[in-house]
């Protein structure tokens, strides 16, 4: 069975964050990820202007280029692979992947989070236009979409479609969005985004001309015609999922009840975080690997 001193298991930033920084400290990890690629869920970001050093906003999956040549210049790279379990063994951790198993003396779960699900009528009749990443969405060529989720994710994604040439309706529970600030202020400016306040998902109906979402909006039955939907009503932890044994609840702690497994950036805060955030959190936990292994070799 392989066998690894360390693996990393998420190539968003907290994992590429750690990843690089345990090389720099002797340690070289195997990093692995579902998709195969760097940037996890920033590759949904219309936007990043925020993150230390930027010269300029750049969107998203230009921010996950740079995190793919970052840990090219370590001589890193990512592993395609699912890990669908990992558990105690001894002193050891054994990681289930879909291709057999591996054995690691230290894990970093850098996995972040999964989305809340929609669960509407209709849903299982529109195939692959339900979406809850718009990098899924954009690939549809919407002209028309729907966002349905008025916090930072949703607005976010709202922009990302817009950009695309979309006129979309982003649907809100109540009166208020969540999202704030430069964000808001950006969407609120674009005039292919039409935000429907007090607006309740009622299900979804497809005819031989598309797609319908019927909605309740201020108190009025309605229906919307969309070639996409994108559902951001909200994200867990991944990380629960993947530690059946271990009954594991995100905390501000990086290290769990077993030592030597860490959990890091949005799978440790349980919601939609920064980049930046993330990326402290991956170097913090590679320097606890690493004083976690040798101590191991020492003893």
Partial sequence: MRRERLVIVGAGPAGVAAAVQAARLGVRPALIDREGVCGGLVRNAWRMENYPGLAEPIPGPAFASLLARHLRNFGLAVEPGEVRAVRRAG?????ALGAGELIAEAVVLAVGTSPKRLNVPGMVDLGGRLCYEVREALLLQPKRAIVVGGGEAGVDYALSLADAGAAVDLL???ERLRAR??????????????????????????????MEAEIVENGQPGVLRADAVVVAVGRLSAAAELLPDLAYSPGDSLATKWTGLFVVGDARADFL???????????????????????????
């Fill in 181 to 210: 600030g430069r964000l808001l202020e950006a969407a609120q400016n674009r005039a292919e985004i039409r935000f429907r306040r007090r607006c309740e998902l009622r299900g979804f109906r497809r005819d031989a001309s598309g």
């Fill in 273 to 299: 975080g920064q980049a930046a955030i993330a990326v402290g959190d991956g170097l913090r936990a590679a320097q606890l690997v690493v004083d976690f292994l040798e101590r191991r070799d020492a003893s």
């Fill in 91 to 95: 002193a050891d951790f054994v990681l």
């Fill in 172 to 174: 809100l529970r109540g």
